[in-house]
Nanobody
Framework: QMQFVESGGGLVQPGGSLRLSCAAS????????MGWYHQAPGKQRELVAV???????NYADSVRGRFTISRDNAKNTVYLQMNRLKSEDTAVYYC????????????????????WGQGTQVTVSS
């Protein structure tokens, strides 16, 4: 069983930046495709970025060009660099292993392999 601890959220003004981290337990981290999700109030959780075990990345249209996902397998950690933040990015952010995965899943809710962590709140407001 893999567990996730997300951190790095906070309050930021529109146009600002944040870097989120997700530390994963377990020895299988390096083989998994990892995803970042967000859940805005009253909405479903959505997959916004993925990185596979070869470091290939893909993004939902809503964040492409502004967010960058990366990973450090030596630290069992996946990151989400969020730039040019908008009010609509306000949400709780989580990481997990999307499974099954299809690139069409980006921007939508997906099944995941493991239970959710506590998430980290990102609030974009002036």
């Amino acid at each position: 069983q893999m567990q996730f601890v997300e951190s790095g959220g906070g309050l930021v003004q529109p146009g600002g930046s944040l870097r989120l981290s997700c530390a994963a337990s377990g020895s299988m981290f390096s083989i998994y495709r990892m995803g970042w999700y967000h859940q805005a109030p009253g909405k479903q959780r959505e997959l916004v970025a993925v990185i596979d075990n070869g470091h290939t990345t893909n993004y939902a249209d809503s964040v492409r060009g502004r967010f960058t996902i990366s990973r450090d397998n030596a630290k069992n950690t996946v990151y989400l660099q969020m730039n040019r933040l908008k009010s609509e990015d306000t949400a709780v952010y989580y990481c997990n292993v999307p499974s099954p995965y299809n690139p069409r899943d980006l921007g939508h809710n997906t099944a995941t392999l493991y239970n959710w962590g506590q998430g980290t709140q990102v609030t974009v407001s002036s």
